[in-house]
């Protein structure tokens, strides 16, 4: 069973900046595309940003331009740098496999922006 261990979440005011940090344990990590979701009370989990194996990303349309993936597969880890954070970002953020999604999610790290 892979465990998914999110971090770095907390309480920003709005235009902060915060970097999330997840560990997969998973032997396989370097042949996963993964990504971040985030999911607020009463609404699905929604993918937010991707990055593939050969490291190539892609945004949902209101976090681009203020939201980096990244990753560094010698640590089986993949990170979330927002920047110009808003109060919709307010969230508990995922980090998962692309395409097909481990079960079961990790606990997730909550993001608050709020002043």
């Known amino acids: 069973q892979v465990q998914l261990v999110e971090s770095g979440g907390g309480l920003v005011q709005p235009g902060g900046s915060l970097r999330l940090s997840c560990v997969a344990s998973?032997?396989?990590?370097?042949?996963?595309?993964m990504g971040w979701y985030r999911q607020t009370p009463g609404k699905q989990r929604e993918l937010v940003a991707a990055?593939?194996?050969?490291?190539?990303?892609n945004y949902e349309d209101s976090v681009k331009g203020r939201f980096t993936i990244s990753r560094d597969n010698t640590k089986n880890t993949v990170y979330l740098q927002m920047n110009s954070l808003k109060p919709d970002d307010t969230a508990v953020y995922y980090c998962?496999?692309?395409?097909?999604?481990?079960?079961?999610w990790g606990q997730g790290t909550q993001v608050i922006v709020s002043s």
């Open positions: 998973t032997s396989i990590f370097s042949l996963l595309g």
């Open positions: 998962n496999a692309a395409l097909k999604n481990f079960t079961p």
């Open positions: 990055i593939t194996v050969g490291g190539s990303t």
